[in-house]
């Protein structure tokens, strides 16, 4: 099998599963996102000066039926998401970079194994 075979068949994307005390302690699980889901979220968001449109996306996007690991808004779901709490929409949107994006500790430990 070749290189490109073995790296396109790994399961790359992280997940983490936490409990949301303000939404009646469901569980969700929040998926890190793809290359393509997140250059879609950024092209989505119409008005670039809000920030909280560019999270909606975001939670649209990562956050998954931790039994089926199927999304569970649809972009349909934005306005509702709106009138959630704002804390809990960061908090997703928080981890939701976290699992998507490498930090400067990430970067340095990938120089170390190289």
């Given at each position: ?5 073995d ?83 960061d ?24």
């Open positions: 099998m070749s290189l490109r075979e790296i396109i068949k790994i399961v790359d994307i992280p997940e983490k599963t936490v409990k949301v005390k303000e939404w009646g302690g469901k569980i969700i699980t929040i998926r890190g996102l793809t290359a393509g889901e997140r250059l879609l979220a950024g092209q989505q968001v119409v008005d670039k000066d809000d920030p909280l449109e560019y999270a909606l996306r975001l939670v649209v996007l990562a956050v998954r039926n931790p039994k089926t690991g199927e999304r569970e808004f649809t972009e349909g779901d934005i306005p509702l998401l709106r009138d959630r709490s704002a804390k809990v929409i908090m997703i949107r928080d981890v939701v970079l976290d699992l998507s994006s490498g930090g400067a500790a990430d970067l340095e430990q990938a120089e170390k194994n190289s």
